[in-house]
């Protein structure tokens, strides 16, 4: 099959890392693709793990520039990009055309070709840029009811899939990689380390978590660093900074710049997601495949993720007191920490990898190639 997927931007978020596993996972099974993507020279540094799953694969990566330093050329290069992105959608007779970014969706649309989009999260605002798709693919059974509720689609359009992740997640590092990477951070080996791969917003609940490690009781408390791997998304605007500096825990708390979160799993025991709102969370899944024992709020595709106490936990959304309760009991039982990771952890290979997401992928692409526009 050729396959056109399209993507704003490399980024830290999910969208992002969850369109390249899924291009290269693609590229794996025979098929050809393109990833039409934004500004893809300009990528941060910090970035560069997900560029090199990309070059290591056979996806044809197209840069498109859409952003320039002057504000006026910018706007030129936005209409420029999105000619460039027509052109390569015309002329290379595509078999699927993947929308991964929503608000490219118009592109397709505006050429009368049939496409494929996945709606990430269910805070997507309905402006001209988003139009709908001719199959829509949810990723929680929330973003399935808000495409019915808030666009439209009909039940016949959805496919559920859910997102999968990289089986290099399922490899730890070395012991003695493990050991030099807790020496550079002060991390003992005693230390039980509470973990969060984030971007630094309200949304995802920082805060929330601080606020519950603060409350474990004393002795418990001391045992405890917290480790927090994430940038802002547009510049700090104080925000982290502020509640670390303020917090009783300040000088057990490690924040590091996003980038690539793999070795920081490996030295993470306890994995929490305390997001307000969430699509289905790659974090979380890519921390269950590394070991961790995962806690989420319950948001949305929190269930689709966690059967409750077998294969991580769940407490009500901004509620700190049950999530202190449950660090609690799990920080007091050190047998069930090391059982439930172990099962987690297979778990999530046997249900959660990007091996996994492309099969079911590849069924919605079929559904979409049996349609007459």
């Not at 002329?91 to 494929?116: A, C, G, M, Q, T």
């Not at 709606?119 to 605002?125: F, I, T």
């Not at 003695?176 to 002060?186: A, D, F, L």
């Amino acid at each position: 099959m050729k396959i056109a997927v399209l993507l704003t931007r490399i980024d830290q978020t999910g969208m992002s890392i969850n369109t390249i596993d899924l291009c290269v996972s693609l590229s794996k099974l025979g098929h050809s693709v393109d990833l039409l993507v934004g500004d893809y020279n300009n990528s941060s540094k910090k970035l560069f793990f997900q560029k090199d799953l990309l070059k290591t694969s056979e996806v044809n990566v197209i840069n498109i520039k859409f952003s320039h330093r002057s504000e006026l050329l910018s706007k030129f290069f936005k209409v420029l990009g999105v000619l460039k992105i027509i052109l390569f959608l015309i002329f290379k007779n595509y078999d699927v055309i993947h929308v991964e970014s929503p608000y490219l969706s118009f592109i397709p649309w505006l050429i009368r070709k049939k496409f494929v989009s996945t709606m990430h999260v269910p805070d997507l605002e309905n402006i001209f840029a988003y139009k709908n798709a001719t199959r829509v693919i949810a990723i929680s059974k929330e973003t399935k009811e808000y495409c019915v509720d808030k666009f439209g689609y009909k039940e016949n359009q959805i496919d559920l899939v859910y997102h999968g992740v990289n089986e290099r997640f399922y490899q730890p590092i070395s012991a003695n990689e493990e050991k030099t990477m807790k020496q550079n951070y002060g991390i003992s080996q005693n230390d039980i380390l509470i973990g969060l791969v984030a971007s630094i917003e309200r949304r995802k609940g920082q805060d929330i978590l601080i606020n519950a490690i603060e409350n474990l009781n004393q002795e418990i408390r001391r045992k405890v660093k917290l480790v927090l791997l994430g940038s802002y998304k547009s510049g700090s605007n104080g925000w982290l900074e502020n509640l670390i500096n303020s917090s009783s825990i300040s000088n057990q708390i490690i924040w590091e710049q996003y980038q690539d979160p793999k070795p920081f799993y490996n030295i993470i025991d306890i994995f929490v997601l305390p997001s307000r709102l969430e699509g289905f969370p790659l974090v979380s899944l890519e921390a269950m495949l590394s070991g961790c024992l995962v806690i989420r709020s319950n948001t949305e595709g929190s269930h689709e993720q966690i059967i409750d106490g077998l294969n991580g936990f769940l407490f009500e959304n901004e509620n700190s007191t049950e999530l202190t309760k449950i660090l609690s009991y799990i920080l007091e039982n050190e047998s069930l920490l090391v059982n439930m990771r172990n099962f987690s952890k297979t778990y999530a290979f046997k249900n959660f990898t990007q091996a996994v997401m492309a099969k079911n992928t590849l069924k919605v692409y079929e559904k979409l190639k049996n349609i007459k526009l």
